[in-house]
């Protein structure tokens, strides 16, 4: 019963070039979020989405991201143009039901140079 | 919108001596409560949750949680911690109106020989 899997679990960039995140969430669930964890801080939302649908993008910056999550597939979180300050840990969560227990995946740690 | 406070950043104890985390919440619905543990490195693990019912929540590792409705709190606690116990602390908080989690900056809770 494999539970949330991230890749890659780290990935370096340079300023410019782009980032894809990808979330498989656990068997049978269709909710899936995505948060950002900066160092030294909590966590903080982005981004709700069932299969191919976003509901909640309040947390995602307005420029440069973007979220999906097909009807086959992983959910991927792809950042254009990457930027120093995006270096942060990426964490997936996926649950069964709405607002239902958030089971997390082991996080991508982007690296920006 | 709901918002967590955890009063500590970080929290220093011995080995087998008693612990809390403090966990403070504001909402203005009814809310989810949840305590996560991040061990260096690794994604977030649900330690215990408190929906509806008992005040009094159990978790894994000999972990619990009271949920205090009129000081709006939701403490963590373990009667005698071990060196394995040695992690950062979220709490979180939803409710059933939102699609996101709130999380807490998150206690660092160090345990020494």
């Known amino acids: 019963n494999a539970g949330v899997m991230q890749n890659p679990r780290h990935l370096v960039r340079r300023r410019g070039q782009e980032a894809r995140l990808r979330c498989s969430p656990m068997?049978?669930?269709?909710?899936v979020y995505w948060y950002r964890q900066l160092p030294e801080e909590g966590l903080k939302f982005m981004v709700y989405l069932q299969k191919e649908n976003i509901i909640d993008e309040s947390g995602m910056p307005k420029e440069r991201f973007s979220a999906e999550f097909p009807k086959e597939g992983p959910s991927i979180l792809r950042i254009q143009q990457v930027v120093r300050g995006d270096s942060a840990a990426y964490f997936c969560a996926s649950s069964l039901v709405r607002q239902e227990t958030q089971y997390f995946g082991p996080g991508t740690r982007l690296l920006v140079l | 919108a709901q918002s967590v406070t955890q009063l500590d950043s970080q929290v220093p104890v011995f080995e087998e001596a008693p612990v809390e985390l403090r966990c403070n919440y504001s909402s203005s619905v009814s809310v989810y409560l949840f305590w996560y543990v991040q061990y260096p490195n690794q994604g977030l693990q649900l330690l215990l949750k408190y929906l509806s019912g008992s005040t009094l929540v159990k978790g894994i590792n000999g972990f619990e949680a009271e949920f205090n409705k009129s000081q709006t709190s939701f403490h963590l606690r373990k009667p005698s911690v071990h060196i394995s116990d040695t992690a950062e602390y979220f709490c979180?908080?939803?409710?059933?109106?939102?699609?996101?989690?709130?999380f807490g900056a998150g206690t660092r809770l160090t345990v020494k020989p």
């Open positions: 979180a908080v939803s409710n059933y109106n939102n699609n996101d989690m709130r």
């Open positions: 068997k049978g669930h269709s909710h």
